[in-house]
């Protein structure tokens, strides 16, 4: 992947469709807050187009975040 996370218009325009088309799973606070970065966008972007590296960097970002989410909330519920 390029080392800029900033998305191009058209990168962001495959997002915003992409989101548009399943926005049920983007009503999930844990996805809209994964969501704000540009990265992860760019992540989500790159691997629509085919991109397995990004797939891969996708899924385990996705991992971290998750896990980071559970573990911050669990932390704050006991």
Do not use: C, P, W
């Not at 997002?15 to 799973?25: A, D, G, I, P, T």
């Not at 540009?38 to 975040?65: I, P």
């Amino acid at each position: 992947m390029k080392k800029h996370t900033h998305l191009s218009e058209e990168e962001l325009s495959i997002f915003l469709e992409y989101s548009k088309k399943n926005q049920v799973l983007f009503k999930n606070k844990i996805i809209q807050n994964y969501f704000t970065t540009d990265k992860n966008k760019k992540y989500l972007v790159l691997s629509l187009k085919g991109n397995f590296e990004n797939r891969q960097a996708l899924e385990e970002s996705f991992r971290k975040h998750f896990f980071q989410y559970r573990f911050t909330n669990s932390t704050f519920a006991a």
